[in-house]
Structure formats: C-alpha cells, structure tokens
C-alpha cells in the first residue's frame, strides 16, 4: 500500500511538473523566436467610418504582435492625450484628456489569452512632445508604467489590463531623454516577473534615423520595425537597406535585436511604399534566408491589410502565411485549409479619383492621429496603365490565396482618406551583382549626349537587396557597357552615378550632373539624378570592359546590389528627404518627408522654397498650392494640423522628354510655417 502510494505521489508529481514545464515553456514564448508578423492598430488608415474594428478583431491567427498607437502629447510625468481613432471614445478621467477605453481594456485581455503580445507605440506624427532633459523622461517612464503597465494609478485607460510593452514611433522633437526612459521602463519591467516585456522602436529606413538613431545606439531595444516607405530607401529602390540596418543590429547593444520590414498595408496606407504581395513574397524569402536579425513583417496598420484584396483573402493573411511558412508554422486557424498556394498575374491599374481634404482635429478624441505613415491629399485625376506581372507559386504556404483582377489606385490624400500609391509590378528575386568603380561627371543629362569625362568619388555605399528582375527595375544586373545589347526597349537603369537607356537594343550609358548620382524611383521602374553617396559606382568605361560585381555583404548568403544613399536637407530645425516615388512618359511624381528637430509644430500650413532644374515644372502639390518663378518654387501645404512635427507633401511635376530627372537641390530648400 505505502509502495502504491508513494508511486501515485511520485504519479502526481510528475504530472504536475510536467504541466509547470508546459505552462513555462508558453509563458517563455516570444514572437522574437520565429519569424512574426507585427501590425499597427488604432488609427484607421483606410479611413472610413467603418474600417477599424475591434482591437479583439485582428487577434487571429494573422498576426502575433499587435502596437496599439498612439500616445502622444507628453513632455514630463505629466498625464499624456491617448488617440486610437474610432477605436475608443471615452469618456474622458475627470480633470484631464486621457480617454477611459473599457472596451480596449477587453479586447487586450481576450487577446493575450490568445497569446498575442499587446504593445502601444509613443509618438506619430500629430501633436508635439519630447523632453527638456532626463530627469522629465525617468518621470514620463513612471508615468507610462503606472498607467499602461503593472504599476498603479486611478487613471488607467484600460483599466487592469496589462500591456506587454512599449514602442517608439518618435517623428519629431529630439532624442533627448529617451534613453534615459527606457532604462527606468527596463527596471520598472523587473519587478514583474509574470511576463515578457519588449522595447521597440518604428525608426524611418534613412539610416541612421534622425531621431532614433543615437538612442538605438544607446541602449537595448528588442525589435525595431524599420518604415521602408515614404522614403528614398522604401522596399522597391535601388536603395533599400536592410543591409545596413542588419549590420547596424549586430554591432547594437543587443546584438540579438530583430529588424522587422514595415510596409504598408496597402496603397492607401502611406503615401508611398505600397509592395504588391507578389513583389513582397520573394523579398521576405530573400531577407530571411540572407539575415540572422530578420524578425519578419510588420503592417501599418489594420484597417487597411485586412481590407486589401490584393492577394485572396486578403494582403494581412497572405503576409501572415508567408511569414509563418518561412518557419514551417502555418498556425492553427480553423478557416485554413490545406493547398498549394497559386499566384495568378493581376494588372495593377490607377483610376480617376477625386478626394476631399480631411482634417485632423487633435482636440477630438475621435480623430486619428497621423504618423510618417500619412498618407497625402491631391484631387486631381489619375491616369490608367495596366503593368507587367509574372507569375510565382510556393507550396509552403497551408491557406490557398489567389490574385483578383483589379486594383483601384487613387491618388493621395491627406490622413485618413484614401490615396495613390501604384503597384510594383510582379517579379521574382534575382540574384545581383556588385560592382565598385568611379564616377562619370559631366553637366549634361541629355539622353542624346554620350560623351564623358571620368572623375574619382568616394562613396558609402548602402547595401540592398535586389528583389526584382532586371526586365522590371531602374536596378542593373552589373554596371552597364555603352554601346552593349540591351533587350527592353525604353528601359532606363542606374549604373553607378550615370543612367543607362536601352534605344535600339543597345545601351546607350549617360552621366548624371558633376556630384550627383543616380537613384531609381522609389516604385523601382525608372531613375532620376540626386545629391547623395554613389552606391555601386561603376568604372570609367572603355569599349571592351564590363566590370563583374562581387557581394560586398559579408553578411550575406547571396549577392546584394550596393544602392546610393541620399543627402537629406538639415538646418537645426527641420530634417527633410526629397524621394522621386514615379517618373513615367515626361511627367512626375515625388514626396518630400519633413520632421522637426525641435519640440514646436509645423502648424497649419508648412511653406517649402526650392530650386529645380531648367526643363522642371511642378504642376501639383497634395493638399497644396504651388507658384513657380523661372528654377524657384514656392509650395504651400496644408498640414491639416496645428500641432504636428511632421510634413509628408506629395508634388506632381513635368520633365522635358529628351532628359532625366535630377531632383532638387537640398541646399535650396527652406521651410517656414
């Protein structure tokens, strides 16, 4: 009897330490272990009345973190303003502006029991904060700890619910203090020991970025997911760099810190960066297959990945298949089913839209609060050109997703209303070649010119992966040889800091201005000039050499393309990138991304001076107006907000036939408001 009762002892033990070996090994789980996919909610990018569901909506299998966003408003241990847009309108904690959201404080719950990780992000780009010194930010972290984590306070806008942790969207103000606030939110962390809980950080991909950058280097962050969009730099150029954010996470204070690749979450998310899911399935393939710190994909935001039919069901579950498949963890979603996925090619269109300007009220808890993200405003009509597909398939996927027909592209408008963003056109990953050279100089860019004169520049290059076809991308295979056969007639490319035109099948190899270099459109179909660091730099060239590229990525399981990196515009007040998104049949389309150093708004209206070239003519301004004197411009933007550090200003122009681009000069930029 003793001995059957002490092997039912030795029984129940066994199971119970079985079952604390179980209930440790969930609690130990994090969405850093495996590839995941992060998604922003709260701030209604699509834009209409009924877009944004419940936060407890996106808690299925699709996603693994979800950033509630945003906190904003804050400067001390003061209370800050919360602003998830539809997603909560109050009431208000008597006294002050902090919305009491009990349904969010529901939803968290229902979602961490799903086990999804719960973060909300500091920042965006409406309303202005930052901090005087340390000292206001170890206040702020207390504050934060108290009201969103385990800490204690009668004014918690969700109530007992606990997040997982903090992100950092921070667009404007300064660096001071944050680091300082991480490090009192890493000890306040430490006292609970009932979860995991995470840093990240929303840095811009220009790197390193202007507000993040020094406080990345500073301290631990867990996750940072980079915004490949509205930038020089977005996923489709020739200058994507998660390569140097790669290199950037290794030598990092953790060097184990995953760097995530945000896009869009369709072409009304952001004003530019939208990737088709064709053109995005063999990037991820590629970034994880090539980078030890690639953490996955993250989606601004909700509202619109899940309403984007680019790819059947819809763009979020076909990022989450793929992502999940990279790690042979499909999940467990019961409206899965088991099939090889099948790609069919789908025209990419844009259709005639007029939109309305959209306010942003930062007084209204019912407004959404814009980030970098933002999306841009123009009413003026789009036209119509069908692109070039081809076809992919993968079998790891476990959900069947199919292509529809049609994309409706709208132009862009300004926060929450709809915008234009134009498809990248389908293609599968190429392997690239790297080459190191020097420079062409010359003062022409005429596209009929072909005489050259050779000069030496240094560069430092930005490492990118080449993610498609050299059929479909302003991005060489190798450097190109005047004179040497080309196959797609009219096709312009980059070659080092000169462009190259197929005219005849031939190559016909032209020079960017003396100290520009040559940069693709952000959409990757065609190329314009610029001030920056020549990336790839190709050799002077003679008749009979064409210089064979070598990975400069040491890093890297596969060849990369070095592309250019871009000379911003900085005065002690504003930092601002100028980025080419389109450049077509003598017209064009760009974005000038403008953040404030200081702790002060842009206000109401942002005015912007610049110098373009002779054959330049800006035509349209989102959201705007514009006056053009001779080579001056004069732009005048309505930022739709008194309170916001952040300018994203969509201008359409006209370029003569017979040149390239060359964008305009930094130096010649100047912003008063």
């Given at each position: 009897?003793f001995?059957?009762?002490t092997f039912?002892?030795?029984?129940a033990a066994?199971?119970?330490?079985?079952a604390?070996?179980?209930?440790?090994s969930?609690?130990?789980?994090?969405?850093?272990?495996?590839?995941?996919?992060?998604?922003?909610w709260g701030?209604?990018?699509?834009?209409?009345?009924?877009?944004?569901?419940?936060l407890?909506?996106y808690?299925?299998?699709n996603s693994?973190?979800?950033?509630?966003?945003?906190?904003?408003?804050?400067?001390?241990?003061?209370?800050p303003m919360?602003n998830?847009?539809?997603?909560?309108?109050?009431?208000?904690f008597?006294?002050t502006?902090?919305?009491?959201?009990?349904?969010?404080?529901?939803?968290?719950?229902?979602?961490q029991d799903?086990?999804?990780?719960i973060?909300?992000?500091?920042?965006?780009?409406n309303g202005?904060?930052?901090?005087?010194?340390?000292?206001?930010?170890?206040?702020?972290?207390?504050?934060?700890?108290n009201?969103?984590?385990?800490?204690?306070?009668?004014?918690?806008p969700f109530g007992?619910a606990?997040?997982?942790?903090f992100?950092l969207?921070?667009?404007?103000?300064?660096?001071?203090?944050?680091v300082?606030?991480?490090?009192?939110?890493?000890?306040?962390?430490a006292t609970d020991s009932?979860?995991?809980?995470?840093?990240t950080?929303?840095?811009?991909?220009?790197?390193?970025?202007a507000?993040?950058g020094?406080?990345?280097?500073?301290?631990?962050f867990d996750?940072?997911?980079?915004?490949?969009?509205?930038?020089y730099c977005?996923?489709?150029?020739?200058s994507?760099?998660?390569?140097t954010?790669?290199t950037?996470?290794k030598?990092s204070p953790n060097?184990k810190?995953?760097?995530?690749?945000?896009?869009?979450?369709?072409d009304?998310?952001?004003g530019?960066?939208?990737?088709?899911?064709d053109?995005l399935?063999p990037?991820v393939k590629?970034?994880?297959s090539?980078?030890?710190?690639?953490g996955g994909?993250?989606?601004?935001?909700a509202?619109a990945?899940?309403?984007?039919?680019?790819?059947?069901p819809n763009?979020?579950a076909?990022?989450?298949d793929?992502?999940h498949?990279?790690?042979?963890?499909?999940?467990?979603?019961?409206?899965?089913?088991?099939?090889?996925k099948?790609?069919?090619?789908?025209s990419?269109?844009?259709t005639t839209?007029?939109?309305?300007?959209?306010k942003?009220?930062?007084?209204s808890?019912?407004?959404?609060?814009?980030?970098?993200?933002?999306i841009?405003n123009t009413?003026?009509?789009?036209r119509?050109?069908?692109?070039?597909?081809t076809?992919?398939?993968?079998?790891?996927?476990k959900?069947t997703?199919?292509?529809?027909?049609?994309?409706?592209?709208?132009k862009?408008?300004?926060?929450?209303?709809?915008?234009k963003?134009k498809?990248?056109?389908?293609?599968?990953?190429?392997k690239?070649?790297i080459i190191?050279?020097?420079t062409?100089k010359s003062?022409s860019?005429d596209?009929?010119?072909?005489?050259?004169?050779?000069?030496?520049?240094?560069?430092?290059?930005?490492?990118t992966?080449t993610?498609?076809?050299?059929?479909n991308?302003?991005?060489p295979?190798?450097?190109?040889?005047?004179d040497s056969?080309?196959?797609t007639?009219?096709?312009?490319?980059?070659?080092?800091?000169?462009?190259a035109?197929?005219?005849?099948?031939?190559w016909?190899l032209r020079?960017?201005?003396?100290?520009?270099t040559c940069?693709s459109?952000?959409d990757?179909?065609?190329?314009?000039?610029?001030?920056?660091t020549?990336?790839?730099t190709?050799?002077?060239f003679k008749s009979?050499?064409?210089?064979?590229?070598?990975?400069?990525?040491?890093d890297?399981?596969?060849?990369?393309?070095?592309?250019?990196?871009?000379?911003?515009y900085k005065n002690g007040r504003v930092?601002?990138?100028?980025?080419?998104?389109?450049?077509?049949?003598?017209?064009?389309?760009?974005?000038i991304?403008?953040?404030?150093?200081d702790?002060?708004s842009f206000?109401?209206?942002?005015?912007?001076?610049?110098?373009?070239?002779?054959n330049i003519k800006?035509?349209s301004?989102?959201?705007g107006?514009v006056?053009q004197?001779?080579?001056?411009?004069k732009?005048?933007?309505?930022?739709?907000s008194?309170?916001?550090?952040?300018?994203i200003?969509?201008?359409?122009?006209?370029?003569?036939t017979?040149?390239?681009?060359?964008?305009?000069?930094?130096?010649?930029?100047k912003?008063s408001s």
């Open positions: 009897m001995g059957h009762c039912t002892h030795l029984a066994a199971t119970t330490a079985i604390l070996l179980a209930m440790s969930v609690h130990a789980a994090s969405f850093l272990d495996k590839p995941s996919v992060v998604t922003y701030q209604n990018s699509k834009g209409s009345s009924d877009s944004q569901k419940s407890a909506s808690c299925d299998n693994d973190v979800l950033i509630m966003s945003f906190v904003l408003d804050f400067n001390d241990g003061s209370l919360l998830l847009a539809n997603g909560c309108n109050g009431p208000t008597s006294g502006e902090l919305l009491q959201c009990t349904g969010v404080a529901a939803d968290i719950k229902t979602c799903k086990g999804k990780t973060l909300i992000s500091l920042g965006g780009a202005v904060y930052g901090f005087a010194n340390d000292a206001n930010a170890e206040a702020f972290a207390d504050t934060l700890w009201i969103f984590g385990a800490g204690e306070s009668d004014t918690r007992d606990v997040i997982d942790g992100d969207d921070i667009e404007g103000g300064g660096s001071t203090g944050y300082a606030m991480i490090k009192r939110l890493r000890k306040h962390f009932s979860k995991e809980y995470y840093i950080g929303a840095p811009q991909c220009p790197y390193p970025d507000m993040l020094t406080i990345l280097d500073a301290v631990e996750a940072v997911n980079v915004q490949f969009y509205n930038n977005s996923t489709t150029s020739s994507f760099n998660f390569d954010w790669n950037w996470a030598s060097s810190v995953k760097v995530f690749l945000g896009v869009p979450g369709s009304t998310a952001a530019s960066g939208y990737v088709a899911f053109s399935e990037i590629e970034l994880q090539t980078y030890s710190n690639f994909v993250t989606l601004w935001d509202s990945s899940y309403a984007n039919t680019d790819v059947s763009y979020q076909g990022v989450a793929l992502v498949g990279l790690s042979g963890d499909d999940g467990d979603d019961e409206t899965s089913t088991s099939a090889t099948k790609h069919t090619t789908k990419h269109h844009k839209s007029k939109t309305k300007h959209h942003t009220t930062q007084a808890h019912r407004s959404s609060v814009s980030t970098t993200r933002s841009l009413s003026k009509a789009t119509t050109k069908p692109s070039k597909s076809s992919a398939s993968s079998t790891a996927a959900s997703f199919s292509k529809t027909k049609t994309s409706n592209h709208s862009y408008t300004h926060r929450r209303t709809t915008t963003t498809s990248k056109t389908t293609s599968k990953a190429t690239s070649k190191k050279s020097k062409i003062t860019i596209r009929s010119s072909t005489k050259s004169k050779s000069t030496t520049t240094k560069a430092k290059p930005t490492k992966l993610s498609t076809s050299e059929s991308t302003a991005s295979i190798s450097c190109v040889l005047n056969k080309c196959s007639e009219g096709q312009i490319v980059c070659s080092g800091d000169s462009f035109t197929c005219n005849h099948g031939r016909k020079q960017c201005p003396s100290s520009l940069f459109t952000t990757g179909t065609s190329v314009y000039c610029g001030q920056g020549s990336g790839t190709c050799p002077a009979n050499l064409l210089v064979e590229a070598t990975s400069l990525s040491a890297s399981k596969q060849t990369s393309f070095v592309g250019p990196t871009a000379k911003p930092i601002a990138q100028f980025s080419v998104t389109k450049s077509d049949a003598g017209s064009f389309e760009a974005v991304n403008a953040r404030r150093l702790q002060k206000g109401n209206t942002v005015v912007v001076s610049f110098k373009v070239a002779d800006i035509t301004v989102a959201g107006t006056s004197t001779g080579n001056q411009v732009i005048q933007y309505k930022n739709g008194k309170k916001t550090m952040v300018a200003v969509g201008i359409e122009g006209k370029v003569s017979d040149n390239v681009l060359v964008a305009p000069n930094v130096n010649s930029m912003f």
